[in-house]
């Protein structure tokens, strides 16, 4: 049937009834997704995939800090590793370093967070005091703790000697003492971290039922126990994991404070003196990419360990 029509005049009349337009073609969803996300992702990809794949290709060659030439050995880095005394004792030392400060930060942090939840005058004051050490530069800290206790200038010394004339004050900075002193600088500039992550958590808990335990007669003790410490779980876990990687990693106060010497050289320092000190590019990296997988077993051992535990308590 044809759709054109004839006027009075017998001639055709044009048809000015819009046509149907085709449908347009909407893109899935996960397209839009993706497009979104891709400068993420791009911007990942640049700044940490690629220089852990450099490293990883650096950690298999005998590259100069400061030469341009180098050459394949294989796995002759990791072999030596392995094999070099001082290397499991770094491993030791940065083990024991992590974990001593990261659970001295969570005690100290959660007594001084309970403390600065409470009301008292010029608690405003208080808070400010207790978080002004992670404020401070690390090269600040180092320098000035050292200042502290030097045995012979040192306000420590100082101190000593008013309190006992005459008597000598052991040496913080000796060997047999500094991997201590750096544990106590660590724990005194990184506690402030546990410490507002605990209070704003505190913040939150519902102030009527820990009212209502201490109607009922719960303790103190008590009510931390089974009331305040359930909901600083979530917190607690998640501080646990992000402090040891930090202090697992860290280098700047260790280095800044204590040097290179054996009692403190840890995985970091390591690497920083094959590279810097012994210009060994490749063994650096070596050492580098055993401390990225250390602490990659340690995390997924935490987390699926985690994930484990809140099953079962489901």
Same mark, same amino acid.
């Given at each position: 049937?044809?759709?054109?029509?004839?006027?009075?005049? $017998?001639?055709?009349?044009?048809?000015?009834?819009?046509?149907?337009?085709?449908?347009?073609?909407?893109? %899935? *969803?996960?397209?839009?997704?993706?497009?979104?996300?891709?400068?993420?992702?791009?911007?990942?990809? $640049?700044?940490?995939?690629?220089?852990?794949?450099?490293?990883?290709?650096?950690?298999?060659?005998?590259?100069?800090?400061?030469?341009?030439? &180098?050459?394949?050995? $294989?796995?002759?880095?990791?072999?030596?590793?392995?094999?070099?005394? !001082?290397?499991?004792? =770094?491993?030791?030392?940065?083990?024991?370093?992590?974990?001593?400060?990261?659970?001295?930060?969570?005690?100290?942090?959660?007594?001084?967070?309970?403390?600065? !939840?409470?009301?008292?005058?010029?608690?405003?004051?208080?808070?400010?005091?207790? /978080?002004?050490?992670?404020?401070?530069?690390?090269?600040?800290?180092?320098?000035?703790?050292?200042?502290?206790?030097?045995?012979?200038?040192?306000?420590?010394?100082?101190?000593?000697?008013?309190?006992?004339? *005459?008597?000598?004050? %052991?040496?913080?900075? =000796?060997?047999?003492?500094?991997?201590?002193?750096?544990?106590?600088?660590?724990?005194?500039?990184?506690?402030?971290?546990?410490?507002? =992550?605990?209070?704003?958590?505190?913040?939150?808990?519902?102030?009527?039922?820990?009212?209502?335990?201490?109607?009922?007669?719960?303790?103190?003790?008590?009510?931390?126990? !089974?009331?305040?410490?359930?909901?600083?779980?979530?917190?607690?876990?998640? /501080?646990?994991?992000?402090?040891?990687? &930090?202090?697992?990693?860290?280098?700047?106060?260790?280095?800044? &404070?204590?040097?290179? *010497?054996?009692?403190?050289?840890?995985?970091?320092?390591?690497?920083?003196?094959?590279?810097?000190?012994?210009?060994?590019?490749?063994? $650096?990296?070596?050492?580098?990419?055993?401390?990225?997988?250390?602490?990659?077993?340690?995390?997924?051992?935490?987390?699926?360990?985690?994930?484990?535990?809140?099953?079962?308590?489901?």
């Amino acid at each position: 049937m044809s759709l054109t029509r004839t006027t009075t005049t $017998g001639a055709p009349a044009v048809n000015t009834e819009p046509r149907a337009s085709a449908p347009r073609r909407r893109m %899935p *969803g996960w397209f839009w997704g993706a497009l979104l996300l891709s400068p993420a992702f791009l911007l990942v990809l $640049g700044v940490i995939a690629a220089p852990i794949a450099y490293l990883v290709r650096l950690s298999f060659t005998d590259a100069h800090a400061y030469l341009p030439k &180098f050459s394949s050995v $294989g796995f002759d880095n990791y072999a030596a590793l392995l094999r070099a005394p !001082h290397f499991w004792d =770094s491993v030791r030392t940065t083990v024991w370093y992590a974990g001593l400060t990261v659970g001295l930060q969570l005690v100290l942090g959660v007594l001084i967070a309970l403390m600065l !939840h409470q009301r008292f005058r010029g608690r405003g004051v208080v808070r400010l005091v207790a /978080l002004a050490p992670y404020m401070v530069p690390s090269i600040v800290v180092a320098l000035v703790w050292r200042w502290l206790l030097d045995p012979t200038t040192g306000a420590y010394s100082w101190a000593i000697d008013k309190v006992w004339p *005459g008597s000598e004050p %052991p040496n913080l900075l =000796s060997p047999n003492l500094i991997f201590w002193s750096l544990i106590a600088v660590s724990v005194w500039m990184f506690t402030p971290f546990i410490v507002i =992550s605990v209070l704003a958590r505190l913040q939150t808990i519902d102030p009527s039922v820990v009212e209502a335990a201490t109607v009922d007669g719960a303790g103190a003790w008590r009510r931390f126990w !089974h009331i305040v410490l359930p909901e600083l779980k979530p917190v607690l876990y998640t /501080l646990i994991l992000l402090r040891f990687m &930090f202090m697992f990693t860290k280098f700047d106060v260790v280095y800044l &404070f204590a040097g290179t *010497g054996t009692e403190v050289r840890t995985l970091p320092v390591l690497t920083f003196q094959r590279i810097f000190g012994e210009a060994r590019l490749g063994s $650096g990296a070596a050492v580098a990419m055993v401390l990225f997988v250390l602490l990659l077993i340690f995390t997924t051992v935490y987390l699926r360990t985690l994930y484990r535990e809140r099953e079962e308590t489901a």
